[in-house]
């Protein structure tokens, strides 16, 4: 496989990618933040978790937008001589990456509005 | 770019050429049937014993709606009605559903791809037999008296030794690994076939979307199948030598069995789901005389179903006590799913609505599909809000939902699939008026059945209990539901007899009835084992609607691999993005030998389900020695040359390439067993979470020093094994060898320094579950270590026989990226049971 198809495919599911990562990290700050006690300690306002997960996601949606912005440019601009595929992979990247963003943003939400660790 | 070429006057007659074809890749008749590796073939056995499973699961879902007929009957009691429930989920999911859907995928996806067969066609036979034995091997509980009977999800401590001790759950968990290893398989082998056997020209964005439906399901298997499996396996070493993995007295935990299993269980869903959404996407462009609407749009969110499908499995245990607020993420990843599931939805409506719709049986098909599926997608909706799902959890609201979603979702599409290839298949016409009987007793007994259990689960009436009080109030309800159950089996029966029929009286149809634009209609009817006469050139994602000569020039052998003087069976190897001709790969021919791996494997299952572990260590090694047969059929010891690829110029066959099929295959292969391996770390994490102190009081440390040795010998043997791949290419035959031999001595002091170090350690693997998982994560890499040296000594002896060649380096490539998978493995291994412990113990 050469290094641009392995390029171009990883950055197609890069987006989708990073939200499961992201999912899996609030699962994980949340579980180890009650299994802890740490539930009570407060930082800048947010407690543990809600600063976990605030944080987990603003370094998410950051990944996610540069991924978007080069695709972005790619689309308009489609290098090489393969413009066709360019713009094919381009504009798949950056509809998965809405979506992503829109299901990041989806999951973390609740986070600011439910009282972390009860049952 | 590969334009058609004219035939030339020279070639032999077009008749003798087809004849030769047809001598080279045809099936063997009589007893020759158990031989056949042919995609044609391997996937009609697959559809029509998926069939047969479906009509069993139908007969078990008759006599449970029979039971619940009326309040207090007792047709069946409690222990039948358990077994009936148990088996019809476990049929339907694992038995129909799946493999009916790969089925279809293997029938048809070559003939898309505009290619002559799969990738691996031996697999695709190994694949049908082991779930074949595997389907055999669970109702064979029947002859036994010991049906499984706790559920088609196995929950503990229900299941557990302790509760569940007769063989019935053995039977399951042996049965449905065994025909997972067939889901799998066939997921490894359509991941290589979608990216590296498309014919030339099917560039990445002119794929059909229903080969991006089948890429994303297997994917899906790959990643989802391996925690049920890893489950399953646990599962059974704690019933059968009594290992705590579930047991809460012994620090293990019965949600760990809900985990592993929802996250196989909901990604599941979406495996039977996508591939039939596919079939949708793929049949309804020809009814509407348009190409589907948002290419681009159904790509991403068939990928995206992919990703966030597998952030939903909480979903099912929201009632087990999970903090609330993890709850929330998986309520809306959950209703966030409903998006891309949207989105197709739409796009289905707006090329029905763009185009001229043509009404058919197929198209009544998907019309019943979109109103049952999105009716099912809303109280799916529904449930994934934590408040409400408490509410109706475990009720028969949850039921009539999942079957709005699978009946409509998976069966509509898959009838629909019927009427539409049939005539492909038979040559002849389906009929009009019966068909349509057929749909509507269909569509109008399931909505009768199951739009009233949405208000009977509502009411209250909880899942799996085999009666129910008079005045509770669900008595007519119940009696409608079983009403509708009957109408909707006698719709199905007379869709069988409109089938049949259809074969014996059918009126011939002209090729390409439908005036479809995919490349499975330029398949001539009947359809010959070799698909097509040439592998076609094409620059459209609708190849016949461009070119509808385009059937005439294949057969005349006027594009791809259309020479005369074929010897072999060749299929072209292309490139993932552009799919231009790289190779041509030469299959193997009909084998006997993937029936026997099958059945060998299946003397495994029976050895532990009979607890004759001594068989099932025969069984072991003798499907092992079978394996090592296949593999040894493999590669060439000549010098090989290119040939003629017709259109595409002369092709180097695919035994001097570097990434051969046989690494990409290994390559996807390993992302499942990667996946089985992280999930079982996922165990041990989750274990030691649960733990108050891990390791458990009154455990010592177990010293670094042997473990260290083990690894760095580990390390040793990979180094080997990579060199020996670059000597080979040097064209170094002694130290390749050498090399081998080091990698193989290296592997077994592996083994021997880390059984040492269990040993050393006084670690009881029975007391807790701490000792439970180093056991099983050490038991687990020596078994892989034990493959790779194996796998030395297999690469050592091919390169003393000369398949393995500096002009043939494949092999060496494989050998070298197991060998990496396996150290890279213990890294993570390594780190887990002797380093973390450190670091969190007392």
Same mark, same amino acid.
């Given at each position: 496989?050469g290094?641009?198809?392995?390029?171009?495919?990883?950055?197609?599911?890069?987006?989708?990618?990073?939200w499961m990562?992201?999912?899996l990290?609030?699962?994980?700050?949340?579980?180890?933040?009650?299994?802890?006690?740490?539930?009570?300690a407060?930082?800048i306002g947010?407690?543990?978790a809600?600063?976990?997960?605030?944080v987990?996601?603003l !370094?998410?949606g950051? =990944?996610?937008?540069s #991924?978007? &912005?080069?695709?972005?440019?790619?689309?308009?601009? %489609?290098p090489g001589?393969?413009?066709?595929?360019?713009?094919?992979?381009? !504009?798949?990247?950056? =509809?998965?990456?809405a #979506?992503? &963003?829109?299901?990041?943003?989806?999951?973390?939400? %609740?986070?600011l509005?439910?009282?972390?660790?009860?049952? | 770019?590969?334009?058609?070429?004219s035939?030339?006057?020279?070639?032999?007659?077009?008749?003798?050429?087809?004849?030769?074809?047809?001598?080279?890749?045809?099936n063997p008749?009589?007893?020759?049937?158990?031989?056949?590796?042919?995609?044609?073939?391997?996937?009609?056995r697959f559809?029509?014993?998926g069939?047969?499973?479906?009509?069993?699961?139908?007969?078990?879902?008759?006599w449970?709606r029979?039971?619940?007929?009326?309040?207090?009957n007792?047709?069946?009691?409690h222990q039948?009605y358990?077994?009936a429930?148990?088996?019809?989920?476990?049929?339907?999911?694992?038995?129909?559903?799946?493999p009916?859907m790969?089925?279809?995928?293997?029938?048809l996806?070559?003939?898309?791809?505009?290619?002559?067969?799969?990738?691996?066609?031996?697999?695709s036979a190994f694949?049908?037999?082991?779930?074949?034995?595997?389907g055999?091997l669970?109702?064979?509980?029947?002859?036994?008296?010991?049906v499984?009977?706790g559920?088609?999800f196995?929950?503990?401590?229900?299941?557990?030794?302790?509760?569940?001790?007769?063989?019935n759950?053995?039977?399951?968990?042996?049965?449905?690994t065994?025909?997972?290893?067939?889901?799998v398989?066939a997921?490894?082998?359509?991941?290589?076939a979608?990216?590296?056997?498309?014919?030339?020209?099917?560039?990445?964005?002119r794929?059909p979307?229903?080969?991006?439906?089948?890429l994303?399901m297997?994917?899906?298997i790959?990643f989802g199948?391996?925690?049920?499996i890893?489950?399953?396996?646990?599962?059974?070493i704690?019933?059968?030598?009594?290992?705590p993995?579930y047991d809460?007295?012994l620090?293990?935990?019965?949600l760990?069995?809900?985990h592993?299993?929802?996250?196989?269980?909901?990604?599941?869903?979406?495996?039977?789901?996508?591939?039939?959404a596919?079939l949708?996407?793929?049949?309804?462009?020809t009814?509407?005389?348009?190409?589907?609407?948002?290419?681009?749009?159904?790509?991403?969110?068939v990928?995206?179903?992919g990703?966030?499908?597998?952030?939903?499995?909480?979903?099912?245990?929201?009632?087990?006590?999970?903090?609330?607020?993890?709850?929330?993420?998986?309520?809306?990843a959950?209703?966030?799913?409903?998006?891309p599931?949207?989105?197709?939805?739409?796009?289905w409506?707006?090329?029905?609505?763009?185009?001229?719709?043509?009404?058919?049986t197929?198209?009544?098909?998907?019309?019943?599909?979109?109103?049952?599926?999105?009716?099912?997608?809303?109280?799916?909706?529904?449930?994934?809000?934590?408040?409400?799902?408490?509410?109706?959890?475990?009720?028969?609201?949850?039921?009539a939902?999942?079957h709005?979603?699978?009946?409509?979702?998976?069966i509509?599409?898959m009838?629909?699939?019927?009427?539409?290839?049939?005539p492909?298949?038979?040559?002849r016409?389906?009929?009009?008026?019966?068909?349509?009987?057929?749909?509507w007793?269909?569509?109008i007994?399931?909505?009768?059945?199951?739009?009233?259990?949405?208000?009977t689960?509502?009411?209250?009436?909880?899942?799996?209990?085999?009666?129910?009080?008079?005045?509770?109030?669900?008595?007519?309800?119940?009696?409608?539901?079983?009403?509708?159950?009957?109408?909707t089996?006698?719709?199905?029966?007379?869709?069988?007899?409109?089938?049949?029929?259809h074969?014996l009286?059918?009126?011939?149809?002209?090729?390409?009835?439908?005036?479809?634009?995919?490349?499975?209609?330029?398949?001539p009817?009947?359809v010959?084992?070799y698909n097509?006469a040439?592998?076609p050139?094409?620059d459209?994602?609708e190849?016949?609607?461009?070119?509808?000569?385009l059937?005439?020039e294949?057969?005349?052998g006027r594009?791809?691999?259309?020479?005369?003087?074929v010897?072999?069976?060749?299929?072209l190897?292309?490139?993932?993005?552009?799919?231009?001709?790289?190779?041509?790969?030469?299959?193997?021919?009909?084998?006997?030998?993937?029936?026997i791996?099958?059945?060998?494997t299946?003397?495994?299952f029976?050895?532990?389900?009979?607890?004759l572990?001594?068989?099932?260590?025969?069984?072991?090694?003798?499907s092992?020695?079978?394996?090592?047969?296949?593999?040894?059929?493999?590669g060439?010891?000549?010098?090989?040359?290119?040939?003629?690829?017709?259109?595409?110029?002369?092709?180097?066959?695919?035994y001097?390439?570097?990434?051969?099929?046989?690494?990409?295959?290994?390559?996807?292969?390993?992302?499942?067993?990667?996946?089985?391996?992280?999930?079982?770390?996922?165990?041990?994490?989750?274990l030691?979470t649960?733990?108050?102190?891990?390791?458990?009081?009154g455990?010592?440390?177990i010293s670094?020093?042997?473990?260290?040795a083990?690894?760095?010998?580990?390390?040793?043997?990979?180094l080997?094994a990579?060199?020996a791949?670059?000597?080979?290419?040097?064209?170094?035959?002694?130290?390749?060898?050498?090399?081998?031999?080091?990698?193989a001595?290296?592997?077994?002091?592996?083994?021997?320094?880390?059984v040492m170090t269990?040993?050393?350690?006084?670690?009881?693997?029975?007391?807790?579950?701490y000792?439970?998982?180093?056991?099983?994560?050490?038991?687990?890499?020596?078994?892989?270590?034990?493959?790779?040296?194996?796998?030395?000594?297999?690469?050592l002896?091919?390169v003393?026989?000369?398949?393995?060649?500096?002009?043939?380096?494949?092999?060496?490539?494989?050998?070298?990226?197991?060998?990496?998978?396996?150290?890279?493995?213990?890294?993570?291994?390594?780190?887990?049971?002797?380093?973390?412990?450190?670091?969190?113990g007392?």
């Amino acid at each position: 496989m050469g290094s641009l198809t392995f390029r171009r495919l990883l950055t197609l599911v890069g987006a989708p990618l990073i939200w499961m990562v992201h999912f899996l990290v609030c699962y994980a700050i949340v579980s180890l933040v009650c299994l802890s006690q740490l539930g009570e300690a407060r930082i800048i306002g947010l407690n543990a978790a809600q600063f976990g997960v605030v944080v987990a996601t603003l !370094v998410a949606g950051a =990944l996610i937008f540069s #991924i978007a &912005v080069t695709s972005l440019r790619r689309w308009r601009n %489609p290098p090489g001589p393969d413009a066709e595929i360019s713009r094919f992979f381009a !504009v798949n990247t950056l =509809l998965l990456c809405a #979506i992503s &963003v829109l299901a990041m943003l989806w999951v973390a939400f %609740p986070t600011l509005m439910l009282p972390t660790c009860a049952l | 770019m590969p334009t058609p070429v004219s035939p030339s006057s020279s070639e032999p007659s077009q008749a003798s050429r087809l004849a030769r074809l047809q001598a080279i890749w045809g099936n063997p008749s009589g007893l020759g049937a158990f031989t056949v590796v042919n995609h044609t073939t391997v996937g009609l056995r697959f559809i029509i014993t998926g069939f047969i499973f479906f009509l069993i699961g139908g007969i078990l879902s008759m006599w449970m709606r029979s039971q619940l007929t009326f309040p207090g009957n007792d047709l069946l009691d409690h222990q039948a009605y358990a077994e009936a429930f148990t088996m019809h989920g476990t049929t339907m999911m694992f038995f129909f559903a799946v493999p009916i859907m790969e089925g279809i995928a293997v029938y048809l996806l070559p003939k898309m791809l505009g290619t002559r067969d799969l990738i691996y066609p031996r697999l695709s036979a190994f694949g049908y037999w082991c779930y074949l034995f595997g389907g055999l091997l669970l109702y064979s509980s029947f002859l036994f008296d010991a049906v499984p009977d706790g559920g088609w999800f196995m929950y503990l401590p229900l299941n557990s030794a302790q509760f569940s001790a007769g063989a019935n759950v053995d039977f399951w968990l042996l049965g449905v690994t065994f025909a997972e290893i067939s889901a799998v398989a066939a997921g490894v082998e359509l991941i290589v076939a979608i990216l590296k056997t498309r014919t030339s020209g099917m560039a990445i964005n002119r794929m059909p979307l229903y080969a991006w439906y089948i890429l994303v399901m297997a994917f899906m298997i790959v990643f989802g199948f391996p925690p049920l499996i890893l489950a399953s396996i646990l599962l059974e070493i704690e019933r059968a030598f009594g290992l705590p993995f579930y047991d809460t007295a012994l620090g293990g935990d019965p949600l760990l069995w809900q985990h592993l299993f929802w996250i196989f269980g909901h990604p599941e869903v979406y495996i039977i789901f996508l591939p039939a959404a596919g079939l949708v996407t793929t049949i309804l462009p020809t009814f509407a005389r348009r190409p589907m609407v948002g290419y681009n749009w159904v790509v991403m969110a068939v990928i995206a179903t992919g990703f966030i499908s597998f952030g939903l499995w909480v979903h099912h245990m929201f009632a087990v006590g999970i903090p609330l607020l993890s709850l929330a993420f998986f309520s809306a990843a959950s209703m966030a799913v409903a998006v891309p599931t949207g989105i197709q939805v739409f796009a289905w409506i707006a090329t029905l609505w763009s185009g001229k719709p043509v009404m058919s049986t197929p198209m009544l098909y998907i019309l019943g599909f979109l109103f049952i599926f999105v009716l099912g997608g809303l109280t799916g909706v529904m449930l994934a809000l934590v408040p409400f799902d408490w509410q109706v959890h475990d009720t028969h609201f949850v039921v009539a939902h999942m079957h709005y979603v699978l009946f409509g979702g998976m069966i509509f599409p898959m009838f629909a699939a019927f009427y539409y290839w049939l005539p492909l298949l038979s040559g002849r016409e389906t009929s009009q008026h019966l068909s349509r009987i057929a749909f509507w007793t269909i569509f109008i007994g399931f909505n009768v059945t199951f739009l009233p259990m949405h208000l009977t689960g509502m009411l209250g009436m909880p899942r799996r209990v085999y009666t129910y009080l008079p005045e509770l109030g669900w008595g007519m309800l119940n009696f409608i539901s079983t009403v509708g159950g009957f109408v909707t089996a006698i719709g199905v029966a007379i869709l069988m007899v409109d089938v049949i029929v259809h074969f014996l009286f059918g009126k011939p149809v002209k090729p390409n009835v439908w005036n479809a634009g995919s490349l499975e209609w330029a398949v001539p009817t009947p359809v010959p084992p070799y698909n097509f006469a040439s592998q076609p050139h094409v620059d459209d994602r609708e190849p016949l609607w461009k070119n509808p000569e385009l059937p005439q020039e294949l057969q005349d052998g006027r594009h791809l691999l259309g020479h005369a003087d074929v010897t072999r069976r060749e299929i072209l190897m292309t490139s993932i993005t552009h799919a231009t001709p790289q190779a041509v790969v030469i299959l193997p021919g009909n084998t006997v030998v993937p029936l026997i791996a099958a059945a060998l494997t299946s003397l495994f299952f029976i050895g532990f389900l009979a607890k004759l572990y001594w068989l099932a260590a025969i069984g072991a090694a003798a499907s092992l020695g079978a394996l090592l047969v296949w593999a040894w059929q493999n590669g060439s010891r000549d010098d090989v040359g290119d040939v003629d690829g017709g259109a595409a110029g002369r092709l180097p066959l695919h035994y001097g390439l570097t990434l051969t099929p046989g690494w990409w295959g290994t390559l996807i292969a390993l992302l499942a067993d990667g996946t089985l391996f992280i999930s079982l770390l996922f165990a041990y994490y989750f274990l030691w979470t649960v733990s108050p102190q891990w390791p458990p009081a009154g455990y010592r440390d177990i010293s670094l020093g042997l473990p260290i040795a083990a690894f760095a010998a580990l390390l040793l043997g990979a180094l080997a094994a990579s060199l020996a791949n670059v000597s080979n290419r040097a064209a170094r035959s002694g130290v390749t060898q050498m090399l081998y031999g080091a990698a193989a001595v290296s592997g077994v002091l592996f083994i021997v320094l880390q059984v040492m170090t269990l040993l050393g350690s006084a670690v009881p693997a029975k007391a807790h579950a701490y000792g439970a998982l180093l056991h099983t994560i050490s038991g687990f890499q020596i078994v892989h270590v034990g493959i790779a040296v194996v796998m030395a000594v297999f690469a050592l002896l091919r390169v003393r026989h000369g398949y393995l060649h500096p002009a043939r380096p494949g092999e060496g490539k494989v050998v070298s990226l197991f060998w990496q998978y396996t150290m890279l493995q213990w890294l993570l291994g390594f780190a887990t049971i002797h380093v973390f412990p450190l670091l969190v113990g007392g």
